[in-house]
């Protein structure tokens, strides 16, 4: 079956940078984009970007744009996260959740995600 | 940027129906998608494309989706469906991609 693993849960201080994995298995890795969206604690979901796993090209939501890069290793499946310059308020559970075939690029729906990934930023 | 915006909560007897809204400027032009969480879980997607089921999830989840407002309903409410649900859509504009604000649907 379609299945997401990330890596485990951080903590950080103010300034440092943080790297999530996400492991993909039981579908053709390079042929869905990846996306990225994160929840702040009783907080709603914000999406942070994608990557395509073919190509490596990527479209990060303007918010992040500057501090967040996406990156994948097509040979283990896995796709990254990296968020630079944390902060306070960049605490959150952060999920990678599966998007459309890349071919047909005609859903824009996410399916499944990830179990997410506790990253905690303190002094 | 385009904004989505949901009840922050609906209370519903089990049996009965929950019906939560999602608000968005000509919303009825762009497919939306909705997404079950329980605490501590990650989102379930249960409807996508206003209207359709993924394999696994009950009848008893139903959407449209028509001129300013998206619906998302929930036929014969069990307690098991007590959960934050989310809406979301792609912003052709802007190449990006939006969540509502997320409604708690508690069952009495």
């Known amino acids: 079956q379609v299945q997401l693993v990330q890596s485990g849960a951080e903590v950080k201080k103010p300034g440092a940078s943080v790297k999530v994995s996400c492991k993909a298995s039981?579908?053709?890795?390079?042929?869905?984009?990846m996306h990225w969206v994160r929840q702040a604690p009783g907080q709603g979901l914000e999406w942070m970007g994608w990557?395509?796993?073919?190509?490596?090209?990527?479209n990060y939501a303007q918010k992040f744009q500057g501090r967040v890069t996406m990156t994948r290793d097509t040979s283990i499946s896995t796709a990254y996260m990296e968020l630079s310059r944390l902060r306070s308020d960049d605490t959150a559970v952060y999920y990678c959740?599966?998007?459309?075939?890349?071919?047909?690029?005609?859903?824009?729906?996410?399916?499944?995600w990830g179990q997410g990934t506790l990253v905690t930023v303190s002094s | 940027s385009y904004v989505l915006t949901q009840p922050p909560s609906v209370s519903v007897a089990p049996g009965q129906t929950a019906r939560i809204t999602c608000g968005g400027n000509n919303i009825g032009s762009k497919s939306v998608h909705w997404y079950q969480q329980k605490p501590g879980q990650a989102p379930v997607l249960v409807v996508y494309?206003?209207?359709d089921r993924p394999s696994g999830i009950p009848e008893r989840f139903s959407g449209s989706n028509s001129g300013n407002t998206a619906t998302l309903t929930i036929s014969r409410v069990e307690a098991g469906d007590e959960a934050d649900y989310y809406c979301?859509?792609?912003?052709?504009?802007?190449?990006?991609?939006?969540f509502g604000t997320g409604t708690k649907v508690t069952v009495l």
């Open positions: 959740a599966r998007g459309a075939d890349i071919l047909t690029a005609g859903t824009n729906w996410f399916d499944p």
């Open positions: 494309d206003d209207s």
């Open positions: 990557i395509n796993p073919n190509s490596g090209g990527t």
């Open positions: 979301q859509v792609w912003d052709s504009s802007s190449d990006h991609y939006v």
């Open positions: 039981g579908y053709t890795f390079t042929g869905y984009y």
